[in-house]
């Protein structure tokens, strides 16, 4: 079965620059667009960023736009999420996703298929 298994979040301070990963087995990333996506407690999911199957096309968040970049590494079927000057209010749980709709610019959770399990990520003042 498909699995997107992320990892790189823990406690961090702000203004720290994490990197999470989402490494996918029995999926090529290079098939699909790729997202993160974020969820707080008390708050809905929302949309963090995405990358086009291509790699040649980013949309983030404008919560996010100028500090955090997504990106692929399509040889080991990784996608990262650089986070610099990290705020308070990032602090969720980050999920990866894949969406095989190849429409990067649709930020919908519900047209990703497939998700991680999820890491946290809590940023102390």
């Known amino acids: 079965q498909v699995q997107l298994v992320e990892s790189g979040g823990g406690l961090v301070q702000a203004g720290d620059s994490p990197r999470l990963s989402c490494a996918a087995s029995?999926?090529?990333?290079?098939?699909?667009?790729m997202g993160w996506f974020r969820q707080a407690p008390g708050k809905e999911r929302e949309f963090v960023a995405a990358?086009?199957?291509?790699?040649?096309?980013?949309v983030y968040a404008d919560s996010v736009k100028g500090r955090f970049t997504i990106s692929r590494d399509n040889a080991k079927n990784t996608v990262y999420l650089q986070m610099n000057s990290l705020k308070f209010e990032d602090t969720a749980v980050y999920y990866c996703?894949?969406?095989?709709?190849?429409?990067?610019?649709?930020?919908?959770?519900?047209?990703?298929?497939?998700w991680g399990q999820g890491t946290q990520v809590t940023v102390s003042l």
């Open positions: 990358i086009s199957w291509s790699g040649g096309r980013t």
């Open positions: 996703a894949a969406s095989s709709a190849r429409i990067v610019g649709d930020t919908r959770w519900n047209r990703y298929d497939y």
């Open positions: 029995r999926l090529t990333v290079s098939d699909y667009v």
